[in-house]
């Protein structure tokens, strides 16, 4: 199949090690599938999606196999695309989708931490557009690029602004990490686990753009505001 394609879109991550390790689901899986480009020596446009903590390979395993397959596909691939987005909302992303039943059903909402990480949300349409005008142009040579929305947001912010287009008042209780940890370990055992200990650790640092690689402006596309896109979808939600 690859071999009749013109353009490679890999979507592929783990969250989790329960079935394969993050080594093997990621880094030898993209080896793999960068190794058989190379042996076909086609000028294939390959997108591939990472995310803007991939840098930050000492942080986590699975950031460190994220970024090791970035320098494998820089180092062996003559056209690539490395996709960097933000916390991507619509399309039924499982943020808000777990918070709002929280917010519906309870007067207290958990704040992990302190609440003060930012991040900077993106709507799910306007990576599409991006992607598609990637394809549209033909887009070739190497380029890595950035994707995130406008707006920047504490969590805590973020939580509260839920709760405004909501229209309820919510009691934000901040619970220390090492807590929450020993938490989701135990749960983590069950089929019942809302967040693992990876999606955990978005929580606790900044998830926003570096500035050090190319934008949707670069690409001639504004991103729209996120306030409203999360608005309308709470909206639709009740």
Known sequence: ?????DIIINLKTLWDEKKISFKDGIFNFNKQLVNVLVKMNDNKQFIY???IDSD??????????IFKSEKYIQKYLSNFIIIKPGVIIGGGDKLIKALLPLFKISFFI???????AKFQPVFIDDISIAVNKMIIESLMGKHTFELVGPETFTYKDFYNYLAFCLDCK????PIPFWLVRIGI??????PIC?????????FERDNVSSNRYKKFSD????????????KKIIGKSN
């Open 49 to 51: 999606f990472s995310g």
């Open 170 to 173: 919510r009691t934000l209780v």
């Open 194 to 202: 809302p967040i693992n200990s990876e999606q955990l650790k978005l």
């Open 1 to 5: 199949q690859l071999q009749k394609a």
């Open 219 to 230: 690409l001639s596309i504004e991103p729209q505001n996120i306030s409203e896109k999360i």
């Open 185 to 190: 370990s135990i749960l983590e055992k069950t």
């Open 110 to 116: 958990p704040l992990f931490g302190s609440g003060k």
């Open 56 to 65: 930050a390979k000492e942080y986590s395993q699975r950031s460190e196999m």
